[in-house]
């Protein structure tokens, strides 16, 4: 059936202040709604010609430009004082309670965005010293939206906290290595302690491009550190979903997608990175249905600026048949709220009534992954998938619809850009998971079909 969807809001807040809604007919998705980078370089593997990069950004601020025009007032007029749902509101997708959040969580400092940072925030560890290290280096990116080599004096303070709180630290973060990942991290700080020499450098020439690359490979060694101090899986599934596939761990997939009808884009890899220590049953399910070549051939079903959605097989079927049942395999919500231990399940986070909480990976970044489900059950998840396409800045964490309503389990942390130019009718070739599959226990594809 035709999914209900919001277009574009009013462009002028003072005349109008409710979204305009239409059936949209560009999806097969029926009753569902949507809502780490390792030590690997970067390497672009998308298919393009060289216009393309001005006309997405074209069609990125045309999407883009009548949201900014009204978003702060709708989201405030609208979102406190009737609670109904304003930005990136899923499809379908009805709040049962709406509630008022505190201007506290409606108006944050700048949200974290990149999608790396969100990954190494959510490792289950507690060792101040790293925090203190990579705080600094994170904070790089919003001194760099400074104009011109002005940014530099930004970034040296960044490089010198860093510097700073690395060799005061470093006996701390030493000692917080597992045992048996010590020797590698170890490595990695070595690594990390002359490549901050070496950024001190670059700045002290003004060398302004060069901050940027330097950074991003500081941040992978901090982040390969953070991975070094995780011992084992932290924490206990509920008994009731131990024989589930469970991805105990962090996993990474590459997804190839065939653009059709764009002669810019022919084809892209997508590389995505899935956190099994936050969504471990959610995770462990995807995975489980790429190595069953389940996405493999399908088609991408919705695109509409909101989200890109796939993952609806041929047929009567929502999701997933289980050949083992010849039921559709079902898995619950599943929300880490940042500063507990283990997930919540089957429950969304306002239901609970944790109205101000944060949900340890959220709808923050461009290219987040998460799974639909029907709007009335929140345990019917099977294998229907939604990458959203955010403008952060107006829908910041915990004062959207999504957190704590859908369950993340990743992000795409290569080529999300072109997340925004695929179209239904795209297909995508092949997902296969290229790191971290051992993390996967229970898998039921080695069992049946």
Not at 111 to 138: M, S
Not at 226 to 231: L, N
Not at 341 to 347: D, F, I, L, M, S
């Amino acid at each position: 059936m035709a999914a209900i969807i919001p277009c574009h809001y009013c462009a002028s807040a003072a005349t109008s202040l409710c979204p305009r809604w239409f059936n949209s007919n560009n999806t097969r998705s029926r009753r569902f709604s949507y809502p780490l980078r390792g030590l690997r370089g970067f390497k672009a593997r998308c298919s393009y010609q060289p216009p393309h990069h001005s006309e997405s950004q074209n069609k990125h601020n045309g999407r883009s430009f009548s949201l900014k025009q009204c978003a702060i007032s709708i989201a405030l007029a609208v979102g406190l004082i009737t609670g109904v749902p304003t930005l990136g509101w899923p499809t379908n997708a009805q709040a049962a309670n709406p509630v008022l959040s505190d201007l506290s969580v409606l108006l944050p400092g700048p949200p974290v965005k990149d999608p790396g940072a969100l990954l190494r925030y959510a490792l289950p560890i507690d060792n101040k010293a790293i925090r203190e290290v990579q705080k600094p280096l994170e904070d790089i990116t919003e001194s760099l939206k400074v104009a011109g080599v002005r940014a530099l004096d930004s970034v040296e303070r960044n490089v010198r906290q860093a510097s700073r709180a690395l060799k005061q630290g470093k006996t701390l973060i030493v000692s917080g290595l597992a045992e048996s990942k010590k020797e590698h991290g170890v490595e990695l700080l070595n690594k990390l302690e002359a490549g901050i020499d070496e950024l001190e450098l670059i700045v002290q020439d003004r060398n302004r491009d060069a901050v940027a690359p330097k950074q991003k490979e500081l941040l992978q060694y901090v982040g390969g550190v953070e991975e070094d101090m995780v011992d084992g899986f932290p924490y206990e599934v509920p008994e009731e979903y131990q024989n589930m596939p469970l991805l105990k761990g962090r996993a990474a997939v590459d997804m190839k997608v065939k653009v059709k009808d764009n002669p810019n884009l022919d084809e892209c890899v997508f590389h995505i990175v899935l956190d099994g220590y936050n969504a471990p049953v959610t995770a462990g399910n995807f995975v489980d249905l790429v190595q069953r070549h389940f996405y493999d051939g399908m088609e991408i079903q919705r695109a509409d600026g909101f989200v890109v959605q796939t993952g609806d097989p041929e047929g009567p079927a929502d999701g997933f048949i289980d050949p083992s049942t010849e039921k559709i395999r079902t898995i619950p919500l599943e929300v880490m709220v940042d500063g507990d231990k283990t997930p919540t399940y089957g429950a969304t986070l306002e239901e609970l009534g944790l109205y101000t909480a944060q949900a340890k990976i959220p709808f923050n970044a461009f290219g987040t992954m998460a799974m639909a489900r029907d709007e009335l059950d929140n345990n019917s998840a099977s294998s229907q998938i939604f990458w959203l396409l955010k403008e952060s800045e107006l829908t910041p964490s915990n004062s959207n619809v999504l957190d704590g309503r859908f369950a993340v389990f990743g992000y795409v942390t290569e080529n999300e850009d072109y997340l925004a130019d695929l179209r239904v009718g795209d297909v995508i070739e092949s997902i296969q998971v290229v790191s971290g599959l051992d993390n996967l226990v229970n898998p039921s594809y080695k069992i049946a079909g």
